[in-house]
C-alpha cells in the first residue's frame, strides 16, 4: 500500500535550519509530482512547495521563496526540504504529499517547532 | 497567494444535506477545473473527498459531491452521518504551479 513516512521534525531557534524528509513507497514515485504542505497549530492547512516528477522544476509559496528548497531523489524514493531562517511563523505540523493537481497521497505529518 | 473564502462552520443533522462553498478568482477556482477537497478529522492527516472539481476517488461514498459555479467551488454532502464530522479544506490550483488552500471549514452533525 501507498506509504509516506516524513521525519527530521523537531525544535529550533529562530534564524536556525532544518532538513525534512519523506520516504515514499507504494507507488511509481518517480512519475509523481510531490508537494510539502504545513499546518501551523489550530490552523488551516498551506500548500508550500511542489516539485515536478523528475525535479526539473520547483515551485514556492512567497513567504519561503529563498528560504526553503524542495528536492527529491528518484533513486531512493525520497522527498526532502530544506528550511534556512528559520521564523517563529514557520511552526507548523509539515505534511509531504504525492500528486500533481491535488494530493492523492498524503504522509502523517512531522511536527517544526522554531522557538527560542 | 491569498486563501480562498470558505464559511468557517457548518452544520446539520444526520441524514440531512450541507454544502460548503469555496470562493476564489479568476486566477485560480475560476481558471482551471483543478479544484478538490479534502477532509480532515483532529490529528490526522486530510484525506483527498473529490478531485477535478466533481471526480470522486475510489473508497470515497457518492454523498459527496462537488460543483463550480464561476469563481465559486462547492463541496454538497448528503445523508450525514456522524463520521462526517470534520474538518473540509478546498484546494485550487492557482497556475504557475502554484496552489492555494481555503481556510477550512469544521462541519458538526447535530
Known amino acids: 500500500q501507498v506509504q509516506l513516512v516524513e521525519s527530521g521534525g523537531g525544535v529550533v531557534q529562530p534564524g536556525g535550519s532544518l532538513r525534512l524528509s519523506c520516504a515514499a513507497s507504494?507507488?511509481?514515485?518517480?512519475?509523481?509530482?510531490m508537494h510539502w504542505v504545513r499546518q501551523a497549530p489550530g490552523k488551516g492547512l498551506e500548500w508550500v512547495a511542489f516539485?515536478?516528477?523528475?525535479?526539473?522544476?520547483?515551485y514556492y509559496v512567497d513567504s519561503v521563496k529563498g528560504r526553503f528548497t524542495i528536492s527529491r531523489d528518484n533513486s531512493k524514493n525520497m522527498l526532502f526540504l530544506q528550511m534556512n531562517s528559520l521564523r517563529t511563523e514557520d511552526t507548523a505540523v509539515y505534511y509531504c504529499?504525492?500528486?500533481?493537481?491535488?494530493?492523492?497521497?498524503w504522509g502523517q505529518g512531522t511536527l517544526v517547532t522554531v522557538s527560542s | 497567494q491569498s486563501a480562498l473564502t470558505q464559511p468557517r462552520s457548518v452544520s446539520g443533522s444526520p441524514g440531512q444535506s450541507v454544502t460548503i462553498s469555496c470562493t476564489g478568482t479568476?486566477?485560480?477556482?475560476?481558471?482551471?477545473?483543478?479544484v478538490s477537497w479534502y477532509q480532515q478529522h483532529p490529528g490526522k492527516a486530510p484525506k483527498v473527498m473529490i478531485y477535478?472539481?466533481?471526480r470522486r476517488p475510489s473508497g470515497v461514498p457518492d454523498r459527496f459531491s462537488g460543483s463550480k459555479s464561476g469563481n465559486t467551488a462547492s463541496l454538497t454532502i448528503s445523508g450525514l452521518q456522524a463520521e462526517d464530522e470534520a474538518d473540509y479544506y478546498c484546494?485550487?490550483?492557482?497556475?504557475?504551479?502554484?496552489?492555494?488552500f481555503g481556510g477550512g471549514t469544521k462541519l458538526t452533525v447535530l
Open positions: 516539485t515536478l516528477y523528475d525535479g526539473s522544476k520547483k
Open positions: 479568476s486566477s485560480d477556482v475560476g481558471g482551471y477545473n483543478y
Open positions: 484546494y485550487s490550483y492557482a497556475g504557475s504551479y502554484t496552489w492555494v
Open positions: 477535478d472539481v466533481r
Open positions: 507504494g507507488f511509481i514515485f518517480s512519475s509523481y509530482g
Open positions: 504529499g504525492g500528486g500533481q493537481w491535488m494530493v492523492d497521497y
